[in-house]
Antibody, heavy 124, light 107 residues
Framework: QVQLVESGGGVVQPGRSLRLSCTTS????????MHWVRQAPGKGLEWVAV????????YYADSVKGRFVISRDNSKSTLNLQMDSLRAEDTALYYC?????????????????WGQGTMVTVSS | DIQMTQSPSSLSASVGDRVTITCRASQSISNYLNWYQQKPGKAPKFLIY???SLQSGVPSRFSGSGSGTDFTLTISSLQPEDFAIYYC?????????FGQGTKVEIK
């Protein structure tokens, strides 16, 4: 079955870095754009970043632009999120999510499959 | 950025009730509107895409409608497993944005 499994979360001090990974299975990874979406404790959903099927196009929320980098390895069916200069407000459960489309900015984008999330806590 | 506003923020309803949740976009998004359901401690589940198309496996008591800026999610007969938080999301432009969520609670 289709599965997304996030890893790499943890507790980190402000200003430090963390790298999240999302290992996928059950579908042809290179055929889908992929997203990161986060949810702060007790709060709603916030889109973070998206990458196109081939990694050629990437887009970010303003709140993370210049600090986070999304990437993918289609040979390993894996999505990554490099998070630098972390802030307290980045504390959240980070989900990877599949887009039915191949394009990063395709109209009609949705999140049809979600992982269970990995928790990132930024605290001194 | 396109702002998505849901109403109400929460509601109490009984099993069997008809429930309607509204989502309004700050500008026209045609029908590029999706709905998700999230239960406590779980990842969101994709319910409806393109405003009114039911995702595979989603019960037919769920329906969506609307276009332009105003959209609704309707649960025709609320079931115990439907108590959750519901989010709308626009797929029209970057950045993708969600509504703040509507919590459906048991009366």
């Amino acid at each position: 079955q289709v599965q997304l499994v996030e890893s790499g979360g943890g507790v980190v001090q402000p200003g430090r870095s963390l790298r999240l990974s999302c290992t996928t299975s059950g579908f042809t990874f290179r055929n889908n754009a992929m997203h990161w979406v986060r949810q702060a404790p007790g709060k709603g959903l916030e889109w973070v970043a998206v990458i196109s099927y081939d990694g050629s196009n990437k887009y970010y929320a303003d709140s993370v632009k210049g600090r986070f980098v999304i990437s993918r390895d289609n040979s390993k069916s894996t999505l990554n999120l490099q998070m630098d200069s972390l802030r307290a407000e980045d504390t959240a459960l980070y989900y990877c999510a599949r887009d039915p489309d191949i394009a990063a900015a395709g109209i009609g984008s949705a999140f049809d499959i979600w992982g269970q999330g990995t928790m990132v806590t930024v605290s001194s | 950025d396109i702002q998505m506003t849901q109403s109400p923020s929460s509601l109490s309803a009984s099993v069997g009730d008809r429930v309607t949740i509204t989502c309004r976009a700050s500008q026209s998004i045609s029908n590029y509107l999706n709905w998700y359901q999230q239960k406590p401690g779980k990842a969101p589940k994709f319910l409806i895409y393109a405003a009114s198309s039911l995702q595979s496996g989603v019960p037919s008591r769920f329906s969506g409608s609307g276009s332009g800026t105003d959209f609704t999610l309707t649960i025709s007969s609320l079931q115990p497993e439907d108590f959750a938080i519901y989010y709308c999301q626009q797929g029209y432009s970057i950045p993708r944005t969600f509504g703040q969520g509507t919590k459906v609670e048991i009366k």
